[in-house]
């Protein structure tokens, strides 16, 4: 079965300050995996996503993930946030392949970028 | 392109009563599903549709019900509503492949009296 875990409930970080955000995957075969974003009383909004190539990705936003294999990693990050940037974010993995593979999420955790 | 579409916004039930919450995309994707939200739980798949005419049961399928007559809608049915269906339900569309990403719709906030 394949699931996902974020470790953080909430992260703090200082305007202009790194930020990253923890995601951990376990599924058969090969990922995909996503992160989203998700503003108060607003929808899930796409970030970013690897699917194949280079394991940096980079996103929406300035952000990026680096997806990890050994460690089954793909952990968000920012080089300088932004208090625009407070949400929540859900990191999710679904297998390769085959059209009826689902989208599992992780729990989410509750980005506070401090002035 | 609209993207995805829910209805209503927002919806008060009793516990008993049944609803269908609407969902629709202009995309043309096949593939459809409906997630429930709760704190501290993330996103739970309930059902999802791989095209028109096929249903299948997510994560947590129990008390709902949902069909697909065509590619663009895809409702969600409560049968007999419950206070622990108190929830901000999400409906999604997926982009089919290797460019895959998933559209989701604004939401629905229901409260089960």
């Known amino acids: 079965a394949q699931s996902v875990a974020q470790p953080e409930d909430q992260v703090n970080v200082a305007e202009g300050n790194p930020l990253t955000v923890k995601c951990t995957y376990s599924v058969s075969g090969n990922p995909y995996l996503f992160w989203y974003v998700q503003y108060p009383n607003r929808g899930l909004q796409f970030l970013l996503k690897?699917?194949?190539?280079?394991?940096l990705v980079k996103g929406s936003y300035g952000f990026e993930a680096e997806f990890n294999k050994s460690q089954t990693s793909f952990h968000l990050k920012k080089p300088s946030a932004l208090v625009s940037d407070s949400a929540l974010y859900f990191c999710a993995v679904r297998a390769y392949g085959g059209a009826t593979n689902k989208l599992i999420f992780g729990t989410g955790t509750l980005l506070a970028v401090q002035p | 392109n609209a993207g995805v579409t829910q209805t209503p916004k927002f919806q008060v039930l009793k516990t008993g009563q049944s609803m269908t919450l609407q969902c629709a995309q202009d995309?043309?994707?096949?593939?459809m599903s409906w997630y429930r939200q709760d704190p501290g739980m993330g996103l739970r798949l309930i059902h999802y549709?791989?095209?028109?005419?096929?249903?299948d049961q997510g994560e947590v399928p129990n008390g709902y019900n949902v069909s697909r007559s065509t590619t663009e809608d895809f409702p969600l049915r409560l049968l007999s509503a419950a206070p622990s269906q108190t929830s901000v339900y999400f409906c999604?569309?997926?982009?089919?492949?290797?460019?895959?990403?998933?559209?989701f719709g604004p939401g629905t906030r229901l409260l089960v009296l």
């Open positions: 999604a569309s997926r982009s089919p492949g290797q460019q895959e990403t998933q559209y």
């Open positions: 995309m043309n994707h096949e593939y």
């Open positions: 690897y699917i194949t190539g280079d394991n």
């Open positions: 549709s791989v095209g028109a005419g096929i249903t």
